[in-house]
């Protein structure tokens, strides 16, 4: 199992990021993302209608106490992985960290010292500041080695048929 | 020359996605980024500043028609790569691709008919909606197969130091 946990969520300034990181994990084959700060029900509905809609299985949930929440995952056997400028790098880390149970935690502006300490891993993406985002789907395009890109979805509703140019979408594969 | 051309930015709702798309651009090893949209100083302004902190050379520039950005890049032999969820898979084209000068557009939510047309190369990304900012930085991951993630910036004025656990930042290499 692929966890994410998103901490310290508001729904004003992050919407959009919050948005963008959930739909990465969901397409990049992380089983569900939790997140913590404001409770946000429109990123909520807006992350289980494009689920419902383009198919698989992927879940969204708010926690209020994340610590708490790190602490119960590592106590269940997952790996605590936390991405970080400041961490090591991926490549270096990445083939011990493959094929176990993983809570992927991304911050936001300040993420409080615990997490570094209860972290397995503090990973970073190369050493330079750029994005939530762009870590989450580096780590697990690395994590999958790829193979993520290559995933069904099963009970879509909505298939995007690639095309060379222009838009293909096969809509109602499934009632 | 890897450039980086953003459409359509608007600086209310956009600005930390573009903030965004522009630090994985500098960090990924492209040489500068593009907008086109609303002129924003205060994106131009954060992009300079990260860049003069942590080295390299990067830039950031405003393009008011960014169609004919395109064609005059296109003229000057880049190859002309859009990333959209509906074009062909990445896995399928990048050998095609590396090595060559290249234009890469990432659009907003409406993508002209025209970009589609005037690329050599729609790309998605996996064929389910998630982010341009997860697209931008896997693109260039496979372009450069990961030796990105190992690029020196020169004259840094900051210099982030991989850690287990914790931050260290070393600050005034250069002056």
Same mark, same amino acid.
């Given at each position: 199992?692929?966890?994410?946990?998103?901490?310290?969520?508001?729904?004003?300034?992050?919407?959009?990021?919050?948005?963008?990181?959930?739909?990465?994990?969901?397409?990049?084959?992380?089983?569900?993302?939790?997140?913590?700060?404001?409770?946000?029900?429109?990123?909520?509905?807006?992350?289980?209608?494009?689920?419902?809609?383009?198919?698989?299985?992927?879940?969204?949930?708010?926690?209020? =106490?994340?610590?708490?929440?790190?602490?119960?995952?590592?106590?269940?056997?997952?790996?605590?992985?936390?991405?970080?400028?400041?961490?090591?790098?991926?490549?270096?880390?990445?083939?011990?960290?493959?094929?176990? =149970?993983?809570?992927?935690?991304?911050?936001?502006?300040?993420?409080?010292?615990?997490?570094?300490?209860?972290?397995?891993?503090?990973?970073?993406?190369?050493?330079?500041?750029?994005?939530?985002?762009?870590?989450?789907?580096?780590?697990?395009?690395?994590?999958?080695?790829?193979?993520?890109?290559?995933?069904?979805?099963?009970?879509?509703?909505?298939?995007?048929?690639?095309?060379?140019?222009?838009?293909?979408?096969?809509?109602?594969?499934?009632?």
């Amino acid at each position: 199992m692929i966890e994410v946990l998103r901490l310290s969520h508001r729904p004003f300034r992050d919407k959009r990021i919050t948005t963008h990181c959930a739909l990465v994990a969901r397409a990049f084959n992380a089983d569900s993302i939790v997140y913590s700060g404001q409770k946000d029900s429109k990123l909520e509905s807006t992350i289980a209608k494009t689920a419902a809609n383009f198919g698989g299985k992927f879940s969204i949930s708010y926690q209020k =106490d994340p610590i708490a929440y790190i602490k119960s995952r590592k106590a269940a056997n997952y790996l605590i992985i936390h991405l970080t400028v400041y961490g090591m790098p991926i490549q270096d880390k990445i083939s011990s960290i493959r094929n176990k =149970d993983c809570l992927i935690v991304i911050g936001s502006e300040k993420v409080p010292p615990e997490v570094y300490e209860l972290a397995d891993f503090n990973i970073s993406i190369t050493s330079q500041p750029h994005s939530e985002v762009a870590a989450l789907a580096i780590f697990l395009h690395e994590y999958y080695q790829g193979k993520q890109l290559k995933k069904q979805f099963t009970m879509a509703r909505s298939e995007i048929i690639p095309q060379e140019k222009g838009k293909l979408v096969n809509s109602k594969l499934y009632k």
